[in-house]
């Protein structure tokens, strides 16, 4: 644009390119060198000038946005993706809150998501929690040990949490965490072994899952 300019004002204007290059920065001048005179030039020159000044904003512009968001569109699109997926975290209600996004949480997850349940998810593990974001999943990341974290699930206004950690001793502590803030949300404790059942029971767990003895009972009906 710029050389459209200085190449136009040289031909029309008649001046040489150090002047023309001084009317595109100020176009002004343009009336200056005109002054008295009448004719077409001068109407071609101005009519060129309000197109060039046009051009030189629109590009401005133009480079502007992509050296911005070459620099900062990740991380801006990242915001706004973090805060689109707290607002829907913030309004969501009678929902079901998973923790812990491994195998177990997410195969959860996926098939309340695909009954037109709401769900959401806390997720620690950073790997975790970014494999949740790109699935559109509503996820924030945080211990949900911590009541803290807890409470920006929605957890006083969810209907079920589920405790999906790998990790029996994380997800009875989540329990007994959640049946204080929340007593009247129901709890479905994971446990690696039948040992923890009990304690999982006195933490306020209304059902206790293990794993491996739920996969070893559907082996056996198939068999």
């Keep these: 644009m710029v050389v459209a300019g200085v190449v136009g004002f040289v ?6 390119a150090v002047e023309a290059t001084f009317w595109l920065a100020d176009p002004t001048s343009i009336e200056l060198h005109f002054a008295g005179e009448e004719g077409g030039s001068e109407t071609a020159t101005k009519a060129y000038a309000l197109g060039v000044t046009v051009g030189l904003v629109v590009t401005g512009l133009w480079v502007g946005e992509t050296v911005l968001s070459a620099a900062f569109g990740g991380q801006v ?3 706004l993706r973090r805060m ?3 607002r829907a975290i913030d309004d969501a209600r ?4 998973i923790c812990g996004y491994g195998t177990f949480g997410r195969t959860i997850a ?4 695909g009954n037109g349940e709401g769900v959401v998810v ?4 950073e790997a975790e929690f970014e494999g949740a974001l790109a699935e559109d999943v509503l996820v924030l990341q945080g211990d949900a040990r911590r009541e803290e974290t807890l409470r920006e699930a929605g957890i006083e206004h969810a209907r079920t949490l589920v405790t999906a950690i790998d990790d029996s001793n994380a997800n009875i502590q989540t329990a007994i965490t959640a049946g204080q803030i929340a007593p009247t949300v129901r709890l479905v404790v994971r446990v690696g072994d039948a040992m923890y059942e009990p304690l999982a029971r006195r933490a306020g767990a209304d059902e206790v899952v293990i794993p491996e ?6 082996v056996t009906e198939s068999l």
Excluded: P
């Design 11 to 16: 031909v029309l204007g008649g001046v040489g």
């Design 77 to 79: 699109q990242e915001e």
């Design 84 to 86: 689109q997926t707290d």
């Design 94 to 97: 009678d929902h079901v809150i």
């Design 110 to 113: 996926d098939r309340l998501d």
């Design 122 to 125: 806390i997720e620690r593990d």
């Design 213 to 218: 003895v739920v996969s070893g009972e559907r």
